[in-house]
C-alpha cells in the first residue's frame, strides 16, 4: 500500500470521525442531558433466603432518585419507571444495613444519586414448630343438659415464621358457644394463635389454618325437658277465627322420677283457656298438667297467647258522589252518572256494619275550579282496615256553572189601613180558631 493511499484513508476516516461528533453536537443540542430528581419509590426485598423472614415491625422508606437522561425521555418518566430493591442474597439473621439498587426500566438513564442510599433490615430465622389445639368453651348448656369430652381434629397445627413470634407461641385456640345446646355442637373455624398471656400472635403461616371441634352434649337422669302444648275450648265470635297460639316459654324442664319422665308423651298440656265469643286477641298465664312425682324447673305457669282476628271478606255498595270545594258563586248542573259502585276489603265484622255515604263516602274535590266540564275522579274517605278494590266508573263527569244572578224585587207601597169598627157588642160566643199543618220529609237519594 502506497503512502498515497494511506493518506487517503485517513482522511476518510477522520472525515467519518468529525461526522459523527459534529452529529452527536446535534443530537445534544436538539435533545440535551438534563437531570431531575424523582421521589416516594418504593423499596422492594429481592432474593430473600428460605431460612430467614423478616421481622413482623420491619418496614423500609421510600428513597429518593437523581437521574440524568435525555430530556426527551425525562419528559416521560415517572417513578414507577425506576424499581428500588435491596438483594437480600447475602443476608444474615440480625440487624444489617443493605445498599438500595436501583433498575431503569427505559435505556439511556444515568442514576446518579439515591437518597437513602442503604436501609436497615431485621432478619430472623425461620422456624416450625407444633403447637396443640385447644377448644375455648363459651357459656354452659342449659339445666338438665351437661357437656361430655371436647373432640378436636385435628389435635396440633404447624405454626411457621420468626423465630421469636414462633417461640412465643404456646396454644392455637378454637372458641365454641353451648348456650341453648341440647344436642352435639360441631364448628369448624379458623385457629387463633396466643402466647402464654393470652394474646393474640400474628405475622405466623399456619397449617392447617381451621380445626373442628365436637361437643357431645347429653341430657341429666331425672331431667327431661318437654315442649308446651296450649290448650283452648270454645269458638270465637261469628266471622272471627283463630290465627296462632304461642307458649312462653315454648318449652319447660321437668326433674323427678326417671321412669315416670321416660313414660311422659313429647309434650306438656296446660290448663284449657275459654275463648267463647272471643273477638280480640287472648293472653293468660296459666298452669301445666304434670303427673305426680314430677315438678317444673321455675315457674310453673306459662303464658298462653290466643290470636284472634276477624275473618275477610267483600261487600259492594252504592256510593253517590259528595261535592267539597265549590266556589260560593258556582253551582253543579249536572253529576255523570249519578252514582258509583264500589266493592270493598275488609274484616267481615266491620264490612256487615257500613253504612254507604255515612261510613264510606266518595269525595269530589273541587277546589280552584270555574266553570265548566271536568273528569274527577273521586276521592274514597274509608274505615280503619277497609281498602276499595274496585271503583265503577273510576271517575265521572261533572259540569259546574256560574250561579243565575237574583232579579231585584220592588218594594211594595204601603197603604194605610183603618181602624175596624169596635163590634165587641155584636158577637155574644166566639170559637177559637185552629190551624193544622201536615209536613213531610223526603230523604234525599
Given at each position: 500500500m502506497?503512502?498515497k493511499?494511506?493518506d487517503r484513508?485517513?482522511?476518510?476516516?477522520?472525515?467519518?470521525?468529525?461526522?459523527?461528533?459534529?452529529w452527536?453536537?446535534?443530537?445534544?443540542?436538539?435533545?440535551?442531558?438534563?437531570?431531575?430528581?424523582i421521589?416516594?419509590?418504593?423499596v422492594?426485598?429481592?432474593?430473600?433466603?428460605?431460612?430467614?423472614?423478616?421481622?413482623?415491625?420491619t418496614?423500609?422508606?421510600?428513597?429518593?432518585?437523581?437521574?440524568r437522561?435525555?430530556?426527551?425521555?425525562?419528559?416521560t418518566?415517572?417513578?414507577?419507571?425506576?424499581?428500588?430493591?435491596?438483594?437480600l442474597?447475602t443476608a444474615?439473621?440480625g440487624?444489617?444495613?443493605?445498599?438500595?439498587?436501583?433498575?431503569?426500566?427505559v435505556?439511556n438513564?444515568?442514576?446518579?444519586n439515591?437518597?437513602?442510599?442503604?436501609v436497615v433490615?431485621r432478619?430472623e430465622?425461620?422456624?416450625?414448630?407444633?403447637?396443640?389445639?385447644?377448644?375455648?368453651?363459651?357459656?354452659?348448656?342449659?339445666?338438665?343438659?351437661?357437656?361430655?369430652?371436647?373432640?378436636?381434629?385435628?389435635?396440633?397445627?404447624?405454626?411457621?415464621?420468626?423465630?421469636?413470634?414462633?417461640n412465643?407461641v404456646?396454644?392455637?385456640?378454637?372458641?365454641?358457644?353451648?348456650?341453648?345446646?341440647?344436642?352435639?355442637v360441631?364448628?369448624?373455624d379458623?385457629?387463633?394463635?396466643?402466647?402464654?398471656?393470652?394474646a393474640?400472635?400474628?405475622?405466623?403461616?399456619?397449617?392447617?389454618?381451621?380445626v373442628?371441634?365436637?361437643?357431645?352434649?347429653?341430657?341429666?337422669?331425672?331431667?327431661?325437658?318437654e315442649?308446651?302444648?296450649?290448650?283452648?275450648?270454645?269458638?270465637p265470635?261469628p266471622?272471627?277465627?283463630?290465627?296462632?297460639?304461642?307458649?312462653?316459654?315454648?318449652?319447660?324442664?321437668?326433674?323427678?322420677?326417671p321412669t315416670?319422665?321416660?313414660?311422659?308423651?313429647?309434650f306438656?298440656?296446660?290448663?284449657?283457656?275459654?275463648?267463647?265469643g272471643a273477638?280480640?286477641?287472648?293472653e293468660?298465664?296459666?298452669?301445666?298438667?304434670?303427673?305426680?312425682?314430677?315438678?317444673?324447673?321455675?315457674?310453673q305457669?306459662?303464658?298462653i297467647r290466643?290470636?284472634?282476628?276477624?275473618?275477610?271478606?267483600s261487600?259492594?255498595?252504592?256510593?253517590?258522589p259528595?261535592?267539597?270545594?265549590l266556589?260560593?258563586?258556582?253551582?253543579?248542573?249536572?253529576?255523570?252518572?249519578e252514582s258509583?259502585?264500589?266493592l270493598l276489603?275488609g274484616p267481615?265484622?266491620r264490612?256487615q256494619?257500613i253504612?254507604?255515604?255515612?261510613d264510606?263516602?266518595?269525595?269530589?274535590?273541587?277546589?280552584?275550579?270555574?266553570?265548566?266540564?271536568y273528569?274527577?275522579s273521586?276521592?274514597?274517605?274509608l274505615?280503619?282496615s277497609?281498602?276499595?278494590?274496585?271503583?265503577?266508573?273510576?271517575?265521572?263527569?261533572?259540569?259546574?256553572?256560574?250561579?243565575?244572578?237574583?232579579?231585584?224585587t220592588?218594594?211594595?207601597?204601603?197603604t194605610?189601613?183603618p181602624?175596624p169598627?169596635d163590634?165587641?157588642?155584636?158577637?155574644?160566643?166566639t170559637?177559637?180558631?185552629?190551624?193544622?199543618s201536615n209536613?213531610?220529609?223526603?230523604?234525599?237519594?
Amino acid at each position: 500500500m502506497t503512502s498515497k493511499t494511506v493518506d487517503r484513508l485517513g482522511t476518510v476516516a477522520l472525515a467519518f470521525i468529525l461526522a459523527i461528533i459534529v452529529w452527536v453536537v446535534a443530537q445534544q443540542q436538539e435533545n440535551p442531558l438534563q437531570i431531575t430528581v424523582i421521589s416516594d419509590i418504593p423499596v422492594q426485598t429481592r432474593n430473600l433466603p428460605d431460612t430467614l423472614v423478616p421481622v413482623e415491625s420491619t418496614s423500609y422508606p421510600t428513597v429518593e432518585v437523581r437521574v440524568r437522561a435525555p430530556r426527551a425521555i425525562l419528559e416521560t418518566i415517572t417513578r414507577n419507571a425506576l424499581n428500588a430493591y435491596i438483594d437480600l442474597n447475602t443476608a444474615q439473621a440480625g440487624r444489617q444495613e443493605i445498599q438500595v439498587q436501583i433498575d431503569a426500566e427505559v435505556p439511556n438513564v444515568d442514576i446518579l444519586n439515591i437518597s437513602p442510599s442503604a436501609v436497615v433490615v431485621r432478619l430472623e430465622k425461620r422456624i416450625s414448630k407444633e403447637v396443640p389445639v385447644v377448644a375455648n368453651i363459651i357459656d354452659s348448656p342449659p339445666f338438665g343438659y351437661i357437656a361430655d369430652t371436647t373432640i378436636i381434629t385435628p389435635t396440633s397445627v404447624l405454626v411457621n415464621g420468626a423465630e421469636s413470634l414462633v417461640n412465643s407461641v404456646r396454644r392455637a385456640e378454637v372458641s365454641i358457644r353451648l348456650l341453648d345446646a341440647r344436642s352435639n355442637v360441631q364448628i369448624t373455624d379458623f385457629v387463633s394463635l396466643r402466647n402464654s398471656s393470652g394474646a393474640i400472635i400474628t405475622g405466623l403461616n399456619v397449617e392447617p389454618r381451621t380445626v373442628t371441634i365436637t361437643v357431645p352434649i347429653s341430657q341429666q337422669q331425672g331431667v327431661r325437658e318437654e315442649s308446651v302444648r296450649p290448650r283452648f275450648e270454645g269458638q270465637p265470635a261469628p266471622n272471627y277465627i283463630v290465627t296462632g297460639v304461642t307458649a312462653d316459654p315454648a318449652t319447660i324442664t321437668l326433674f323427678g322420677d326417671p321412669t315416670v319422665l321416660d313414660a311422659l308423651p313429647p309434650f306438656i298440656e296446660t290448663i284449657p283457656i275459654n275463648i267463647e265469643g272471643a273477638v280480640e286477641s287472648i293472653e293468660e298465664r296459666v298452669p301445666v298438667i304434670v303427673p305426680e312425682n314430677v315438678s317444673v324447673m321455675a315457674a310453673q305457669a306459662v303464658k298462653i297467647r290466643i290470636d284472634i282476628e276477624p275473618l275477610s271478606g267483600s261487600v259492594t255498595t252504592t256510593l253517590h258522589p259528595i261535592v267539597q270545594g265549590l266556589a260560593p258563586n258556582l253551582t253543579i248542573t249536572t253529576i255523570s252518572p249519578e252514582s258509583i259502585d264500589v266493592l270493598l276489603l275488609g274484616p267481615l265484622p266491620r264490612l256487615q256494619n257500613i253504612t254507604a255515604d255515612l261510613d264510606v263516602q266518595a269525595v269530589l274535590q273541587l277546589s280552584n275550579l270555574g266553570p265548566g266540564v271536568y273528569t274527577i275522579s273521586p276521592i274514597m274517605v274509608l274505615p280503619e282496615s277497609v281498602v276499595a278494590q274496585t271503583i265503577l266508573p273510576e271517575a265521572v263527569q261533572v259540569t259546574i256553572a256560574l250561579k243565575p244572578t237574583p232579579t231585584p224585587t220592588p218594594t211594595p207601597t204601603v197603604t194605610p189601613t183603618p181602624n175596624p169598627p169596635d163590634l165587641s157588642g155584636v158577637f155574644t160566643n166566639t170559637l177559637p180558631l185552629t190551624s193544622t199543618s201536615n209536613i213531610t220529609a223526603t230523604a234525599a237519594p
